[in-house]
């Protein structure tokens, strides 16, 4: 491929889980500090591929797959006014993906357009600005976030053309209280839930008529400042993944990092399902070494029924949420400690990402 | 609390709650 740097792939070496295989390492000579790490899809002249992106502060890459598991990069766009924050996927877009920008806290949504078939061109502007507490990217090329300007908070759903261009908005009914995150209801279209700095969930209808706030359940107090990753409804109740960076060690759960909860919209109750905890240090938890012990978690994703998150012990642990167990569990390497963990489009692909830019792939 | 605490359960529980709520 024009342009592409062939990279060569590191083999399976010394992980002490079987069940994760090192698939491939990108490493970007150019840039210095990992941001996030993504994937995406990019398509040109009838093929479509899954393509990885890596962002540094000042820059974001797009990355094709070559041959026997090696990976070339294909563009990179350089942001170095304002430093990326992270990467927003848009999940079944293709050509097209968002980074958010800013210092301590969002400033601005900016498009990556991969590639314009009107000029064959890698563009890039704005979608939003403002102090952006939290963003997602849907379904169907649409993007929701919320910001505040002083007492006022703003809740708004934009959604992108296939040249990234904002075609339609819409502002959702905002809660009371900051909204922190968001999360799709899997296979409803039209609902989408969030979580609050209260510690409450917040139920919205988007059907591009009206933003309703249908409902808003409180979470708990034992488990303060939860973040949703992930919704189903089933059976008549709202199952909602949530993680919890700042929960206490329980005796019932150790210290949770991930929680399925069932909410029943209707009455606003809610009950624990099942519980994944923090792996145990290898010393075990009376004695517990601390640079072995994964005290806490730091920031993590999920994806159909896997979690992942980078403990700060360095290791990345995969908790099977349906068993609410750890299955694999990847120890900081001789280069360092892990900083990012994030899925593939499926969870059967784990992207591990170091502090100096290095990207492992997995397969889980 | 336990799932069979949660209360009467509506399979149509976005569709009701959408009528319901103000526009």
């Known amino acids: 491929t024009a342009g592409a740097e062939p990279l060569t792939p590191v083999l399976l070496d010394d992980l002490r889980e079987e069940s994760l295989q090192l698939l491939s390492k990108l490493k970007d000579s150019s840039s210095s500090c990992a941001v996030d790490v993504s994937t995406m899809w990019w398509g040109a002249a009838g093929s479509r591929e899954l393509c990885v992106v890596t962002a540094s502060e000042s820059s974001v890459s797009l990355w094709k797959p070559l041959a026997s598991d090696r990976w070339g990069k294909l563009h990179t766009w350089q942001l170095r006014e304002i430093p990326v924050i992270q990467i927003v996927p848009l999940p079944d877009t293709c050509n097209l993906v968002c980074v958010a920008l800013g210092e301590l806290e969002i400033g601005e949504i900016r498009w990556l357009l991969l590639y314009s078939s009107e000029n064959d061109s890698f563009e890039q502007s704005l979608v939003k600005a403002g102090n952006i507490k939290a963003v997602l990217g849907l379904q169907e090329r649409r993007l929701v976030s919320s910001s505040r300007t002083g007492q006022e908070q703003q809740v708004e759903m934009v959604s992108l053309a296939e040249t990234g261009r904002s075609k339609d908005g819409q502002t959702l009914m905002p809660p009371e209280e900051t909204v922190l995150a968001f999360a799709e209801v899997e296979g409803m279209r039209e609902a989408l839930v969030g979580t609050t700095a209260v510690n409450s969930i917040v139920v919205w209808s988007v059907n591009l008529k009206t933003g309703q706030l249908l409902k808003k359940m409180h979470v708990g107090y034992s488990y303060p400042a939860s973040i949703c990753h992930r919704a189903y409804s089933d059976s008549g109740l709202l199952f909602v993944v949530l993680s919890h960076p700042h929960a206490k060690e329980s005796e019932s759960c150790g210290t949770p990092a991930f929680r399925l909860v069932a909410f029943n919209p209707r009455t606003a109750r809610s009950a624990g399902v099942l519980c994944s905890s923090l792996p145990l240090g290898q010393a075990g938890r009376q004695r517990c070494d601390p640079s072995v012990c994964h005290r806490r978690y730091l920031e993590g994703d999920v994806q159909d029924t896997s979690a992942t998150a980078v403990l700060t012990s360095g290791a990345i642990a995969v908790w099977d949420l349906l068993l609410g167990q750890c299955t694999a569990l990847l120890p900081p390497g001789p280069q360092g400690s892990w900083v990012l963990a994030r899925w593939a489009t499926t969870s059967a692909c784990l992207l591990a990402g170091q502090r100096d830019g290095t990207v492992c792939l997995y397969r889980y | ?23």
């Open chain 2, 1 to 23: 609390c336990s799932v069979s605490d949660l209360g009467p359960i509506s399979l149509n529980w976005f569709e009701e709650l959408s009528a319901e709520a103000p526009p």
